[in-house]
């Protein structure tokens, strides 16, 4: 059955960077499109970067030219590289995977992980 494993989250000062990692296991990984989302309490769950199987990427206007995300088809694993973190990044941080889109949709994505907590103060 499909797996998806975030880690990496934690508590960081405004202007900090952190890296959160999705382990990824269950499907062909290579073949999927994958995202990040985030949710923070009282807001709906939002997207923030995209990557399809071919590497192209999408970002939200928010996060771009601060977060990076990329994936390692070797090792079945999705990354998101958040540098300049401000106090409105703190949210849950969400691994997604689709088979049909990298666009930031809700929707657009069956398989999630369980979250991890990023927290910028």
């Known amino acids: 059955h499909v797996q998806l494993v975030e880690s990496g989250g934690g508590s960081v000062q405004a202007g900090g960077s952190l890296r959160l990692s999705c382990a990824a296991s269950?499907?062909?990984?290579?073949?999927?499109?994958m995202g990040w989302f985030r949710q923070s309490p009282g807001k709906e769950r939002e997207g923030v970067a995209g990557?399809?199987?071919?590497?192209?990427?999408t970002y939200a206007d928010s996060v771009k030219g601060r977060f990076t995300i990329s994936k390692d088809n070797a090792e079945n694993t999705l990354c998101l590289q958040m540098n300049s973190l401000k106090p409105e990044d703190t949210a849950i941080y969400y691994c997604?995977?689709?088979?049909?889109?990298?666009?930031?949709?809700?929707?657009?994505?069956?398989?999630w992980g369980q979250g991890t907590q990023v927290t910028v103060s």
């Open positions: 269950g499907f062909t990984y290579s073949s999927y499109c």
């Open positions: 997604a995977a689709g088979a049909w889109t990298y666009e930031l949709t809700v929707s657009a994505y069956p398989y």
């Open positions: 990557i399809d199987s071919e590497g192209s990427t």
